[in-house]
Nanobody, 125 residues
Framework: QVQLVESGGGLVQAGDSLKLSCAASGRTLGSNAMGWFRQAPGKEREFVAAISWEGGRTHYADSVKGRFTISRDNAKNTVYLQMNSLKPEDTAVYFC??????????????????WGQGTQVTVSS
């Protein structure tokens, strides 16, 4: 069984930066696409960013493009989300997820079968 544990969330001011980490255990995920999603209060969970299994392809939601960067270190079984120029509307619980099937590249939640518990990011204005 795969366990994903996010860390790095917190309370910051608008314009600040945060770097989220997601460490996987129980199984190596070096062959699986990884994604970050977020859920704001009263809203549905939404896609933020995804990275292919080898790290060569990335995709971002329009709302974070140019500000967020997803990366991975397969040797450490860890995926990251660097968030710059944070805005109050980025406030949400951020979840990392691992794709169910190897070697794919997905942004749809239905393709992700392993989820972390989430980490809170709060951006004050």
């Amino acid at each position: 069984q795969v366990q994903l544990v996010e860390s790095g969330g917190g309370l910051v001011q608008a314009g600040d930066s945060l770097k989220l980490s997601c460490a996987a255990s129980g199984r190596t995920l070096g062959s699986n696409a990884m994604g970050w999603f977020r859920q704001a209060p009263g809203k549905e969970r939404e896609f933020v960013a995804a990275i292919s299994w080898e790290g060569g392809r990335t995709h971002y939601a329009d709302s974070v493009k140019g500000r967020f960067t997803i990366s991975r270190d397969n040797a450490k079984n860890t995926v990251y989300l660097q968030m710059n120029s944070l805005k109050p509307e980025d406030t949400a619980v951020y979840f990392c997820a691992a794709a169910l099937r190897p070697y794919g590249f997905y942004q749809e939640q239905v393709n992700y079968g392993f989820w972390g518990q989430g980490t809170q990011v709060t951006v004050s204005s």
